[in-house]
């Protein structure tokens, strides 16, 4: 099964108002790691799974969620509570005790898939601001999940996937 993964907006609603034209009915799930900037009360929200951001000021907002499937655990926070800037030790130990099988986060605007001992850490990096080696590509993942594999794939505002930044994990 697909799921789309995005992170960090920073206001721009129609950046997720077109993706999830593009995408709705074609994936299993949608979910946002936060820095949406929006209301709680968007209607757009019916559509993604979302999470507070540091940039996400209602209270309303969920800080973490775990989601279930038949082909995964997902864990989903921003990041910023766990010092993702720094290590991924904190985030980890949190998706162990979730029993996670994916963890999803943002706040660094920072794309990255890497599988740590049973669990893939991904971030979808930011769709509007992005930072660091790719600080050129404003990005969201995707994550095709089969029997034996995770495949991610990051693709670009125009929904085209940036093959060198594919990545394939034995499951």
Known sequence: ??????????????????????????????FHCGDSELEVTDELWQKYIVVKGNCDYDPKYDKECVIKTEDAVFYMTHGHLFNVNTSLTHLAMSAREKEATIAFYGHTHKLF?????????????????????????KTYAMVDISDDTIKVTYHGRDHQVISELSSEFNK
Do not use: T
Not at 1 to 30: C, F, P, Q, T
């Open 113 to 137: 898939a890497e599988m740590e001992n049973g669990i893939l850490f991904l971030n979808p990096g930011s769709i509007s601001q992005p930072r660091g080696k790719y600080s050129d590509l």
């Open 1 to 30: 099964m697909k799921y789309l993964v995005v992170s960090d907006n920073h206001g721009d609603r129609d950046v997720l108002v077109d993706i999830a034209s593009e995408w709705s009915g074609k994936v299993a799930g949608m």
